[in-house]
T-cell receptor
């Protein structure tokens, strides 16, 4: 059974600071996804990481994937209030098309 | 406008009364999927479909049925709803398979009394 764990589950940070959200998974996979959910809203796709060493960046967010360590990170640079949301990582076993999510990290950026 | 629509957005029903939540996308996507979101449990996949007439179970398929008779539609059917199916449901679609970004519907909040 594939397990996906995110750390931390809750994160409160000040504007301008940097921080990293971690996503560990239990079974070999080279396909990992990050999503964002604003309070009371639906989800939107942020990043699709498809191979070991993949790095994607958009604005103040950068995601990376280390398949050997079964670890993905979502790094936040110089946080701003607009980044306050819940961030989910998800993994699918290669070829399965079945997606398993982490429990999410609720990020609050304080002015 | 490219979008995934779900109906209804809110539904309160009673145990055992069959219901269907519709999902439709206008992007000609092959892959469609249903998820439920519960506090403390995050998102869990119910069913997914790779294309017309091709469906498969996710992590929590018990008590649900789906069909994919047309590419654009992927309804979720609860034949005999129970209170433990009270949840927030999301439909999503993507081009090809999961290797591309998923587009999510607005969600359906279901309460089963």
């Amino acid at each position: 059974e594939l397990k996906v764990e995110q750390n931390p589950l809750f994160l409160s940070m000040q504007e301008g600071k940097n921080y990293t959200i971690y996503c560990n998974y239990s079974t070999t996979s080279d396909r990992l996804y990050w999503y964002r959910q604003d309070p009371g809203k639906s989800l939107e796709s942020l990043f699709v990481l498809l191979s070991n060493g993949a790095v994607k960046q958009e604005g103040r967010l950068m995601a990376s994937l280390d398949t050997k360590a079964r670890l993905s990170t979502l790094h936040i640079t110089a946080a701003v209030h607009d980044l306050s949301a819940t961030y989910f990582c998800a993994v699918d076993l290669a070829g399965s098309y079945q997606l398993t999510f982490g429990k999410g990290t609720k990020l609050s950026v304080i002015p | 406008e490219a979008q995934v629509t779900q109906n209804p957005r809110y539904l309160i029903t009673v145990t055992g009364k069959k219901l269907t939540v519709t999902c439709s996308q206008n992007m000609n996507h092959e892959y469609m999927s249903w998820y439920r979101q519960d506090p403390g449990l995050g998102l869990r996949q119910i069913y997914y479909s790779m294309n017309v007439e091709v469906t498969d179970k996710g992590d929590v398929p018990e008590g649900y049925k789906v069909s994919r008779k047309e590419k654009r539609n992927f309804p979720l059917i609860l034949e005999s709803p129970s209170p433990n199916q009270t949840s927030l449901y999301f439909c999503a679609s993507s081009w090809g398979d999961l290797l591309n970004e998923q587009f999510f519907g607005p969600g359906t909040r279901l309460t089963v009394l």
